[in-house]
């Protein structure tokens, strides 16, 4: 069955440090779909990032970077120089055959001033 | 503005009582999704509708029914059989046959029990 752990339940930085949200999957598909959606707290979820099977490669926007190993099946996500903005809940996803989504249980980053 | 509107945004339930979570979508997309979301737990799917008439259960449907007589509006009733249903409840929309296969998310509906 596919599977999606995010071992840290609550993560805390201070503004400015940079801070890694792990992400470690399980599936037997060859072909895949993981993304990363953020919560602020208003309760919406909004899209961040979507990486396939077959890309491996890291991607980097402004502040947010991914690092995909296949490897390792982990599909991990750092912020750099964080800002109080950042706060939010994170979650980590896959997508299964038909489209639907299985997502980990959540990252609670507080970023304090 | 294209988007996902969930109605009401507060919702308080009586015991017995049957109450129905409004989902509507302007964004031309064929499926739709409804998640339930738990603290500690992550989001859960309870249905899904690929197209017009049709919806599957999805992984905890039990004490909860839906409708998709029109492409833009999934509602949810939460009926009494659920018996824990004071949780945060999320619809999504996406393009089925899209491979990039991105859903996006209404702001929720929190439910309670009086």
């Known amino acids: 069955a596919q599977k999606v752990t995010q071992a840290q339940t609550e993560i805390s930085v201070v503004e400015k440090e940079d801070v890694t949200l792990d992400c470690v999957y399980e599936t037997r598909d060859t072909t895949y779909y993981l993304f990363w959606y953020k919560q602020p707290p208003s309760g919406e979820l909004v899209f961040l990032i979507r990486r396939n099977s077959f890309d491996e490669q890291n991607e980097i926007s402004g502040r947010y970077s991914w690092n995909f190993q296949k490897s390792t099946s982990s599909f991990n996500f750092t912020i750099t120089a964080s800002q109080v903005v950042d706060s939010a809940v994170y979650f980590c996803?896959?997508?299964?055959?038909?489209?639907?989504?299985?997502f980990g249980a959540g990252t609670i980053l507080r970023v304090k001033s | 503005d294209g988007g996902i509107t969930q109605s009401p945004k507060y919702l308080f339930r009586k015991e017995g009582q049957n109450v129905t979570l409004s989902c509507e979508q302007n964004?031309?997309?064929?499926?739709m999704y409804w998640y339930r979301q738990d603290p500690g737990q992550g989001l859960r799917l309870i249905y899904y509708?690929?197209?017009?008439?049709?919806?599957q259960k999805g992984d905890i449907a039990e004490g909860y029914s839906v409708s998709r007589e029109k492409k833009e509006s999934f509602p949810l009733t939460v009926t009494s059989a659920q018996k824990n249903p004071t949780a945060f409840y999320l619809c999504?929309?996406?393009?089925?046959?899209?491979?990039?296969?991105?859903?996006?998310f209404g702001a929720g509906t929190r439910l309670s029990v009086l």
């Open positions: 964004l031309n997309h064929d499926a």
């Open positions: 509708s690929q197209i017009v008439n049709d919806f």
């Open positions: 999504a929309s996406s393009i089925p046959s899209d491979s990039i296969g991105i859903q996006y």
């Open positions: 996803a896959l997508r299964e055959y038909g489209n639907k989504l299985v």
